[in-house]
């Protein structure tokens, strides 16, 4: 079945610590992305990469790090500098000109 | 000025009512535009592509303006299912460049 996987569903960090999200894709999409959504609003793009071993911040891309050494993979990466990190995370991808395809998100919060 | 903006609701509409909900963008270079559904704490969900030529799909019709630079859906007949946030998704130009999510429109539809 093809789609996006993101994992874990639920994540809590603790201060200090740094996590990962986990997102990945067997579309064979070039393009990948990650947003933000806290509650009540739109969507806030992170970080992308439209090409393996290449990536671009996005609007908010402080506190927040990627990776993108394989087509199917792109693991976010929530620092400790990110000092709000409690929101809804969404991965997604797309091939050129078309819509994007959503991961079903991860959601975390601060312990 | 926001590149996309929309109405954020509620509209609070009777089933088997048509709503409308419009959805403006900045950039006139912008090329594709789509519409997507948002359930609360779920993924977005691509409801539809929009056309230059307006396109219709069921009960729901996308229509593009770029004179006016607005996209609008419109629902007819709706349904209690239809209650969710819809969200108008713009890209500023082709290829992988990243899309622009407006805040979303809230629909909720009551018996």
């Known amino acids: 079945d093809g789609g996006i996987t993101q994992s874990p569903k639920y994540l809590f960090r603790k201060e200090g610590q740094n996590v990962t999200l986990s997102c990945e894709q067997n579309?064979?999409?070039?393009?990948m992305y990650w947003y933000r959504q806290d509650p009540g609003q739109g969507l806030r793009l992170i970080y992308y990469?439209?090409?393996?071993?290449?990536?671009q911040k996005g609007d908010i891309a402080e506190g927040y790090s990627v990776s993108r050494e394989k087509k199917e993979s792109f693991p976010l990466t929530v620092t400790s500098a990110q000092k709000n990190p409690t929101a809804f995370y969404l991965c997604?991808?797309?091939?050129?000109?078309?819509?994007?395809?959503f991961g079903d998100g991860t959601r975390l919060s601060i312990l | 000025r926001k590149e996309v903006e929309q109405d954020p609701g509620p509209f609070n509409v009777p089933e088997g009512a048509t709503v409308a909900f419009n959805c403006t963008y900045s950039?006139?270079?912008?090329?594709?535009f789509f519409w997507y559904r948002q359930d609360c704490r779920k993924e977005p969900k691509l409801l539809m592509s929009?056309?230059?030529s307006g396109n219709e799909d069921g009960r729901f019709t996308a229509q593009l303006n770029r004179a006016s630079q607005y996209i609008s859906l419109l629902i007819r007949d709706s349904k209690l299912s239809d209650s969710a946030t819809y969200l108008c998704?713009?890209?500023?130009?082709?290829?992988?460049?990243?899309?622009?999510f407006g805040a979303g429109t809230r629909l909720a539809v009551h018996p």
């Open positions: 950039n006139s270079a912008s090329q594709s």
């Open positions: 929009v056309y230059s």
């Open positions: 990469s439209q090409i393996v071993n290449d990536f």
């Open positions: 997604a991808s797309r091939d050129s000109n078309q819509p994007q395809h």
């Open positions: 579309l064979n999409h070039d393009a």
């Open positions: 998704v713009v890209t500023p130009s082709g290829g992988y460049n990243k899309l622009i």
